[in-house]
């Protein structure tokens, strides 16, 4: 990889406590331009409180977050968004009463911007804006097969369906860095094995970075091309698919002794 | 533009403007074959100010989802600066409905002021504290307006909190006159003016609804944490809705007390925002055509049944408690369904045949 470049993201000994619990401690990672990298670990390994650190949900007590070589320590979770990082959740979180079009409509919330005072006198330049926001928005939808599906309630999609819209909406805030959660989870191989092909067409098509948390290993293995293992809050080991799958401690922390 | 106005968005905005004039339309030639009885009449006013308020209402409730107990409480301070900028401007503008639509905004803007005032602290909290704060509102307000006293003359406006101290010149006229509220109002409201509010708010509130910032209304209703993740300000949004609100029930407000020629602060209390909530509730959160009906129906009702004397109350709970019962039963939600596909299918026939 372009390991001459600086990354867009750079993480120093991040850590987080809560109360008197060390959830992550001494966290390092950096993710190159266009790279698909992997956040691995057993159940309550910290790896969604660090997306949580990442977005700042959480803020971290302590360590660094350089975005695009820039310190992210004052921004808040919507300054981060703005900032280029968008993400999606291990358990689903859409507009529920919202139509599909218009979930994906509300990610361009800060690209394509025009007051309410427009909006409420419906200004010439409101018509020019809604327009872009919703071709926008149906070009996403056809990337990820929903076109059909734009004007049914979000709720009513099935469970896969979803998992795909949350990605759409996402990318629909013009992201650098894009943090997918479990995306594989509760799909069926093949959805995951079509999911897949997805994760890399968004990276090549909107020349993104990709971190995922996944547990479908065949998933992690098939489109990573570098792993972090969480274990306990800690960093276990970091490498290549290869270099992961043979690491004895890996293997341990997941099978036992 | 007839086929736009009939589509699936904007379909349901259509059947309330028109639904607004029909009955505007139908009022208006009743009035003057004189079939409208006096206490009709009188009410005419007052039902387009609830209506107001509670459209206000339900864009704070319905659809941005946070519970205001307070509506009344920016009524009332609409209400009041409305007459007293109307009792101060009527030498000076005669003409009624100028002073009525320079009232109405005066309102508006110091009810907009107030709902700012609450709104900053209170909605960057997450939780019920909007409706604990603005439950406080509705009552504190309620206790200012009934210990003030406010008076003009030659030399500006005269103002007080102690028992009637104001010393006016001579010339001077009272137009807060303490816990006896406002007296001797010339009452400019007309119902033109409040169906015009009516259609004013309607405009407002739909075309906030569907625009970019009432998609993030709703998506700060619907998932709060990812509604910021989408880089959406939650307090800033909830802002929007909030102050609207409280701007519609200010013009309401306004248009109520320039209606009657005494205005007593009691009238506003907090019995007063929950009947506002309880239309909007019958009405259905996010529902504005629901709105408009259950207003006119729960004002109208009790009204109607006057003449049953002590069971009018009796009448009134047994007929709310009916319409929660039908409007929550899943048969009848699947029966209306079924009506209503049934409805829109034929429709959609008979456009093809066109």
Partial sequence: MAEDKTPILKVEDLGIDFGGLTAVNDFNLEIFDREIVGLIGPNGAGKTTVFNMLTKVYQPSRGKILFNGEDTAKKNVVEMNRAGVARTFQNIRLFDQLSVLDN?????????????????????????????????????????????????????????????????????????????????????????????????????????????????????????????VLNY???????????????PAVIKAYLGE | MLKKLLDRTHRGRTVSYIMVVVLYLIIEIMIHSGNLSSLFTSLLVPV?????????????????????????????????????????????????????????????????????????????????????????????????????????????????????????????????????????????????????????????????????????????????????????????TKMLAFVVSASLAGAAGALYGLNYSTLVPAKFDFNTSILILVYVVLGGLGNMTGTIIATIILVLLPELLRSMQDYRMLIYAVVLILIMLLTNNENMKTRLRRLKNRFSGRGRKEGEVS
């Fill in chain 1, 104 to 228: 994906v409509k509300t990610g361009f919330h800060n690209r394509v911007v025009y007051s309410p005072v427009t909006a409420v006198l419906r200004l010439p330049s409101f018509r020019a804006k809604e327009k872009e926001t919703e071709e926008q928005s149906i070009e996403l939808l056809k990337i990820f097969g929903l076109e059909e599906e734009k004007d049914n309630l979000a709720s009513n999609l099935p469970y896969g369906a979803q998992r795909r819209l949350e990605i759409a909406r996402a990318l629909a805030t013009g992201p650098k860095l894009l943090l997918l959660d479990e995306p594989a989870a509760g799909m069926n191989p093949q959805e995951t094995e079509e999911l897949m092909s997805m994760i890399r067409l968004v990276r090549d098509h909107f020349k993104i970075a990709v971190l995922l948390i996944e547990h479908d290993m065949k998933l992690v293995m098939g489109i990573c091309e570098r792993i972090t």
């Fill in chain 1, 233 to 247: 809050g800690m960093m276990l080991a970091e490498g290549t698919p290869e270099e992961i799958q043979a690491n």
């Fill in chain 2, 48 to 236: 387009c100010c609830y209506i107001v308020a509670a459209i206000g209402l339900n864009l704070n409730v319905g659809v941005s989802g946070e519970l205001n107990l307070g509506q009344a409480g920016f009524m009332s301070v609409g209400a009041f600066t409305a007459v007293s900028i109307s009792g101060y401007l009527a030498a000076s503008v005669s003409n009624g409905p100028v002073r009525l639509i320079i009232a109405i905004i005066a309102g508006v803007m110091i009810s907009a002021v107030f709902g700012l005032l609450i709104g900053i602290p209170v909605l960057k909290l997450e939780g019920d504290y909007l409706a604990i704060v603005t439950l406080a509102f509705g009552q504190i307000i309620k206790s200012i307006i009934t210990n003030m006293y406010l008076g003009f003359d030659g030399n500006g406006f005269q103002f007080s909190f102690v028992d009637n101290n104001t010393k006016l010149a001579p010339g001077g006229k009272m137009l807060l006159n303490g816990p006896m509220g406002a007296t001797g109002t010339a009452k400019i409201s007309t119902f033109t003016a409040g169906v015009i509010l009516i259609l004013v708010s309607l405009i407002i509130v739909y075309h906030l609804m569907y625009s970019r910032s009432g998609r993030a209304i709703m998506a700060a209703r619907d998932n709060r944490i990812a509604a910021e993740s989408v880089g959406i300000d939650i307090s800033r």
